[in-house]
Each structure stands twice: as structure tokens, then as C-alpha cells.
């Protein structure tokens, strides 16, 4: 056996892979989509309460013992009627009840995180609507350690740039906010940055920016998105599947999180959800048994 082949299989994959939401074709209760995800080879799931925040105590408890039995490790998508930004005070008020809310939430079913849209410039200049987001979101999560609520704030990247949340607006959020950490949706930042990440350099950039900026607070571990996304001038437009012929380029992401054995949790949010989540999890595998990237490449 070579010495090549005794380094890979040293290597431990720290990467979690799962759906945001119900698997496709899944009919039960939500409290049963942990045990469907262990069959499938999945280990992550992303809660979606995005319409609004209704998961009863009673339910939240049997979701956490059931996740905490498959070993899954659970996210929770806050509601897209979050603007932190909004020209309407009344509706920032409104936002920071929803993202409170999500939070209470999270805390009953043990995810770690809750991700959110900030919010739209609106008539607003970039700069003015940070500041504004950065104001109200800190007094979220005042209110979030007064009640002990134990999951992360988690900003995510936005692909319309028409939205609060490009990369280096979502670093200025963290920095700001206690207990909060990117989440980083690279379909987002593809989208917005007119189809941006194809290489490794490309992937490089975005995570030597995290380490410089965040450091530790953003890979502990790190909250990722990954679809492939068609986008216009004004940003992302549609999600694909892989095989579609569509970016980002997933190749080149795989191989910075196993060469750097970054922790992290990355939520398909494809179509075909769980299928494209099982894909990308069989990709990073085949590249650590030595598969050759010309052939993985064919897969994306």
C-alpha cells in the first residue's frame, strides 16, 4: 500500500451534509425526518419555519430526542418576512418578534443555529441599511441571552443585490453581534457576484476573508448553502440540480474542506433537496478514496 493512500485514509470527515426541510416524497411528521435521513446517509437537517415560526414545545422535544438518537444535527430557517432594514419601523419591530421568536424555537429543538435574511436596501444606501440592521439585530440577541436562548444568530449571505447580505456585510454583522456566525449560501454569493466562484482561487478568496475577519467564529463549525443557481444582473433567479450544466463549481469547495479539515454542515437547497445533498457528500468520498477530479467533474 503507498504512503498516499495511508494519508487518505487518515483523514476524517468532519462534514455534515443534509436537506433544508423535509426530504422530497418524505409524508410524516417532521419528528420522523431525522430516523429517514440516518437510512439515507445524511446527518443535517435544516428546519424551515420561513412562512411562520409554528413548531409546538410538545413536538419541538420529540424532534430534538430524535435527532439527538440518528445523530442529526439540527438548523433552523428563520421567516423571510425579516427585514432589519425596512423603511417601516413597525416592520423592524415585527422582525425582530419573528427572529426572537425562531430563536425560542431552535432552543426547544437543540439546532444550533437560526438563519435568516437580513433584509433590502430599500431606499436606503447600503451603508445607512447595515447600520440599521446592526441596531435592531443587536437588541435580538439582548433579548435572546436574557432568555437564555442557547442557538447562534446566523446572517446569511443574500444572492439578490437588491438585498442586505453581501459577503462583507454579513462579516460586519458578526462582528458586530454577540453569539452570531455567518452562514454562508455560495449560490448566494455566485449569483450575486455574476457567477464568481469556478476555481479554487475563487473558493480561497472567500475563506481566507472568514479566517482574517471572524476567524474561529466562523467555522465552528461553518454554516453552509450549496445549490447551483442561475442568476441575471440583478442576481440569483432559479435553483438547479447538479448535472443541469449551472455554477458554482462544487469540485473545487470540496477539496478546500478536506485538505483543511474544516468543520462544517452543508444544506442542499436544490430541487431535489436530500438527492443533491446525498450527491455532494458521494463527490467529497470518491476525492478522498483518490477519485480523479476529471471524472467528479462529469458529476456536477
Do not use: C
Not at 473558493?203 to 463549525?221: D, H, S, V, W
Request: glycine share 6%; proline share 5%; hydrophobic share 35%.
Amino acid at each position: 500500500m503507498s504512503t498516499r493512500r495511508k494519508r487518505r485514509r487518515r483523514i476524517k470527515l468532519n462534514i455534515r451534509f443534509g436537506p433544508a426541510g423535509k426530504p422530497l416524497g418524505f409524508k410524516g411528521d417532521m419528528t420522523k425526518v431525522p430516523e429517514a435521513l440516518k437510512a439515507m446517509g445524511l446527518n443535517a437537517l435544516e428546519v424551515q419555519q420561513v412562512r411562520r415560526v409554528n413548531i409546538k414545545k410538545e413536538q419541538a422535544t420529540v424532534l430534538r430526542e430524535e435527532a439527538e438518537k440518528n445523530d442529526i444535527l439540527l438548523s433552523l430557517h428563520g421567516p423571510y418576512a425579516i427585514n432589519f432594514s425596512a423603511d417601516k419601523p413597525e416592520v423592524i419591530e415585527a422582525s425582530k418578534e419573528r427572529l426572537l421568536k425562531a430563536l425560542e424555537v431552535a432552543d426547544w429543538i437543540g439546532a444550533y443555529v437560526v438563519v435568516f435574511h437580513p433584509g433590502y436596501y430599500g431606499s436606503h444606501e447600503p451603508r445607512e441599511a447595515l447600520e440599521i440592521a446592526i441596531e435592531a439585530i443587536k437588541e435580538v440577541a439582548y433579548l435572546a441571552k436574557k432568555k437564555g436562548l442557547k442557538p447562534k444568530i446566523g446572517p446569511e449571505t443574500m444572492g439578490k443585490k437588491s438585498q442586505l447580505g453581501s459577503l462583507d456585510e454579513i462579516i460586519e454583522i458578526v462582528k458586530e453581534i454577540p453569539n452570531a456566525q455567518p452562514v454562508i449560501d455560495f449560490a448566494h454569493i455566485h449569483a450575486r457576484e455574476n457567477g464568481s466562484l469556478n476555481t479554487r482561487k475563487d473558493y480561497e478568496r472567500i475563506f481566507e476573508k472568514l479566517e482574517e475577519e471572524l476567524g474561529k467564529k466562523a467555522f465552528n463549525p461553518l454554516h453552509a448553502h450549496f445549490t447551483k443557481v442561475e442568476y441575471s444582473e440583478k442576481g440569483e433567479k432559479k435553483h438547479h440540480i447538479f448535472g443541469e450544466g449551472y455554477g458554482p463549481k462544487f469540485l473545487p469547495l470540496a477539496e478546500i474542506l478536506i485538505e483543511q479539515k474544516i468543520s462544517a454542515v452543508v444544506i442542499s437547497e436544490s430541487p431535489i433537496l436530500e438527492q443533491d445533498a446525498i450527491k455532494m457528500k458521494k463527490i467529497i468520498t470518491k476525492l478522498i478514496k483518490g477519485t480523479k477530479k476529471e471524472e467528479l467533474e462529469k458529476e456536477e
